[in-house]
């Protein structure tokens, strides 16, 4: 995520280099350099979340207290940090819903990404290590089935196979509300960074878990 220059940490707490004010890890304030009147510091409180670092990865969770989930433990997010790859991209001008409906699309792949199609099923370029295989049909009207999850929903994209009697089937787990695993033992998270722009973080992992 993007990373803000206004602020300064010190001694376990967080300085804003505007004014000075100190904020505790809870959000409490703990010095005011330029109010005299300690009455500031005890009525106001800054919002503050519970933050975790797993899988190379910074988490927040924004919910109520009450309902804080255990922290991630997503197959990739396991293995050993040398065995694993994260990243991130800015997508401009796409807001939140639009990326994830396109994670969420499969019907796309044949028409936008055909270029690439072409060239894997080709044999010349293979970024997964999957082989030919990652596109083995031309269909590009597949039948979309869904199977509801307790984190969300699997869903399968059936297309004719290229060869007589086959199919090839696309399977992909959504896991609510920003996570999806399209084919290539690769996770994709989409999160809002403003009404106009969303960051895409991929996070690859292989190998056995740690």
Request: net charge negative; glycine share 10%.
């Amino acid at each position: 995520m993007p990373r803000s220059r206004s602020v300064a940490f010190e001694d376990c707490g967080i300085r804003c280099l505007y004014h000075g004010w100190k904020y505790a890890v809870d959000g409490t304030i703990l010095e005011t350099p330029n109010m005299a009147d300690s009455r500031y510091r005890q009525a106001i409180k800054a919002p503050a979340y519970p933050v975790c670092e797993v899988g190379d990865v910074v988490w927040v969770y924004l919910g109520p207290p009450e309902l804080i989930p255990p922290e991630p433990a997503f197959k990739w997010t396991t293995v050993p940090s040398a065995n694993r790859f994260v990243f991130e991209m800015i997508q401009e001008n796409c807001n939140f819903v639009q990326a994830l409906e396109g994670g969420l699309d499969s019907s796309h792949v044949g028409i936008l990404h055909s270029d690439e199609v072409k060239i894997i099923q080709a044999g010349e370029y293979d970024p997964t290590g999957i082989g030919r295989d990652r596109y083995p049909s031309t269909d590009a009207a597949p039948r979309l089935e869904v199977e509801d999850t307790s984190f969300g929903f699997h869903y399968a994209a059936i297309r004719d196979g290229d060869g007589p009697g086959t199919s090839y089937v696309r399977v992909t787990p959504y896991v609510m509300p920003f996570m999806t695993y399209p084919p290539g033992n690769v996770a994709v998270m989409r999160v809002p960074v403003d009404d106009d722009s969303t960051a895409v973080i991929r996070g690859l992992g292989r190998g056995h878990a740690a």
